[in-house]
């Protein structure tokens, strides 16, 4: 296969490469028209073709035996391109603007019975076919299968062999294209020996029409001719329902802990009041709750390094989500360009490795680490090494079934560039700057030496409870918009309600920091100091069910099937979990981190 996206020049500086990431023949939000004159070619290219139910496995569209020219020559493909599996070649139908065409031979073929079978393979898992006009795609199925009967049973499979291209225009520019069969009778494919050839005459037309639509924006948006469904008209109704139940939630958990709370300071500090001759010391004996670990509360967790390492990591991807929605919200993103949010995620992921390291080592410095180049290591080891140990697995998986998925090496050796000559560095100059801005950590209260014994925990105080109540929590506040997300990101919707996805990732963030919270202070109640990692993991397994629910997705949601798309599904659903899991524990983490502080520096110890 031809090998695309390849740099204009390696030697130059790290900055074109990142210019390059937004991809060729604009950014994100221009729209790639391009002016016409009556009589002028319009190039249509082929790009993909592969199964309608499993989006992610894509084929080269001469992959199939279909009219192809001698000499396939590619378009220029920018990163967000190649990255979503496109590979476009420029097609043998002859196009030009405004000028109809009723019905004209493409090609003459006679394919052998292998080449039969493989259309009728094709055609049975439901292949479909996008080309690609002006940027505008236009997508249509290869073939016709029905199946009727049970006595006797029918399965009749047909090949389309010509395509009405409908397209209008408005002045010198294309609005909209589409592709439509509904007045073909299709080809029949059954009946075929095996030493027999099937001659087959391709053909095709195409329908000018003007519109008074001026521009692609003002179409609705993700109009491809309903080639596939839309079903978002339930979704405000379902969003409102969540959100509501979301800030009951956080009102109960809010004013019952505030009230515990405050009853909680009034009771210890009167009790310190009426022993003015006490020191802290003598106030621990007899007395239980969260007051009494105070001189442990502060005592630093094991595995500091690896706890630092999460919470850098997942600060910069709270950065790199939030900005992706600020960009989509501000309209930064072309429906119509594709791969435009791919290639923005790559490039705020390389610029917020700086906020990693900072966050990272400044934390580190202050909890009293001294092995600062390996927490450096550790942080930008944490997200990356897992990510590439999925995608050389569902690469290789994509490269041994021949599809476009599979990145070509070129486009490998850029995305490792970026990350090794802006990634890494970022990591290690944000290290630098946090290390050397770090304070001392200031804790409320002296920890003693000698940790005190913690007393045995009842069932409900466990580990695995405060993680099944904290991870359930927040994904019940998302679980109708992460449909939405698998809908879009594994399916044929296409998402354009940045709005409502601003604000449940908002109300994500504040449940798990009202939960994280909560679960705490049950913690420290029952003079259990071990909070560091606990925070973490309690509201962290989040991730774990969204990793959950996208088993239930594929298994009763979606009709995805075959090698190549399960383990792309299930690698990357993996990473998305952990993802979600290094995200609110940091955000878990923070919160009761400032939460412990206000506690303690209110209560009166001397």
């Not at 962290?540 to 069910?545: E, I, M, N, P, Q």
Request: aromatic share 14%; net charge neutral; charged share 15%.
């Amino acid at each position: 296969m031809t090998v695309l996206g390849q740099p204009r020049s390696w030697s130059c500086q790290w900055l074109p490469i990142l210019i390059l990431l937004l991809g060729t023949g604009g950014g994100p939000g221009v729209e790639g028209v391009t002016h016409y004159k009556a009589g002028d070619p319009v190039i249509l290219y082929v790009n993909k073709v592969g199964p309608y139910h499993n989006p992610q496995e894509t084929y080269h569209y001469y992959q199939l035996p279909v009219c192809c020219p001698e000499k396939i020559r590619h378009k220029s493909l920018s990163l967000g391109e190649v990255l979503d599996g496109d590979r476009m070649a420029e097609s043998l139908y002859e196009i030009r603007f405004r000028e109809n065409v009723e019905k004209r031979i493409l090609c003459h073929m006679q394919l052998s019975s292998a080449q039969v079978e493989q259309l009728r393979q094709a055609i049975e898992e439901l292949y479909y076919f996008e080309f690609v006009v002006d940027d505008l795609p236009i997508r249509g199925f290869v073939g016709y299968m029905e199946e009727s009967g049970f006595l006797p049973h029918s399965h009749k499979i047909g090949l389309w062999t010509h395509l009405d291209f409908h397209l209008e225009f408005h002045g010198d520019r294309i609005i909209f294209a589409n592709v439509s069969v509904r007045d073909v009778k299709p080809h029949s494919l059954d009946g075929l020996r095996s030493d027999e050839f099937l001659g087959l005459t391709h053909t095709y037309s195409v329908r000018w029409s003007e519109t008074s639509v001026e521009r692609r924006s003002d179409r609705r948006r993700g109009d491809d001719g309903g080639f596939f469904p839309r079903t978002l008209e339930i979704h405000w109704l379902s969003i409102i329902n969540s959100m509501v139940l979301v800030f009951l939630l956080v009102g109960f958990v809010a004013v019952i802990l505030m009230r515990v709370l405050r009853n909680d300071l009034a009771r210890y500090n009167l009790d310190e009041e009426t022993t003015p001759g006490g020191s802290g010391d003598d106030f621990d004996q007899g007395d239980n709750g969260w007051k009494i670990i105070h001189t442990d509360v502060f005592r630093f967790p094991p595995y500091r390094g690896l706890l630092c390492a999460v919470l850098g990591v997942g600060a910069q991807f709270l950065a790199l989500g939030t900005g992706i929605i600020v960009m989509a919200l501000l309209g930064m993103f072309n429906v119509h360009r594709h791969g435009a949010i791919n290639s923005a995620a790559i490039l705020l992921y390389a610029l917020t490795c700086c906020i990693s390291g900072y966050v990272s080592s400044h934390f580190y410095r202050q909890i009293g680490g001294e092995r600062w180049v390996w927490n450096i290591i550790l942080t930008t080891s944490l997200f990356s090494v897992p990510f590439f140990l999925t995608w050389s697995v569902v690469n290789s998986v994509h490269w041994a079934n021949g599809s476009t998925q599979a990145l070509p090496a070129t486009t490998i050796l850029l995305l490792l560039t970026v990350w090794l000559l802006v990634g890494f560095p970022l990591t290690v100059i944000g290290g630098i700057f946090g290390k050397n801005n770090a304070s001392s950590f200031d804790a409320p209260c002296r920890t003693k030496n000698i940790a005190r014994e913690i007393p045995p925990q009842p069932w409900y105080k466990s580990t695995l409870i405060h993680m099944t109540v904290g991870g359930f929590l927040p994904f019940s506040a998302i679980s109708v918009e992460l449909y939405y997300i698998f809908a879009t990101v594994w399916g044929r919707e296409q998402y354009t309600l940045y709005g409502i996805l601003f604000f449940v990732f908002a109300i994500l963030l504040s449940v798990g920091a009202c939960i994280s919270i909560a679960l705490t202070y049950f913690q420290l109640s029952g003079e259990d100091y071990r909070w560091w990692w606990r925070s973490v993991l309690s509201v962290g397994s989040t991730g774990l069910f969204i990793f959950l629910y996208s088993v239930f997705y594929y298994a009763r949601r979606s009709n995805m099937s075959g090698a190549v798309q399960t383990v792309e599904f299930f690698g990357y659903s993996l990473l998305t979990g952990y993802v979600f899991f290094l995200m609110l524990g940091t955000i878990s983490f923070f919160s009761s981190l400032k939460f412990i502080r206000y506690i303690y520096v209110n209560l009166k110890m001397d």
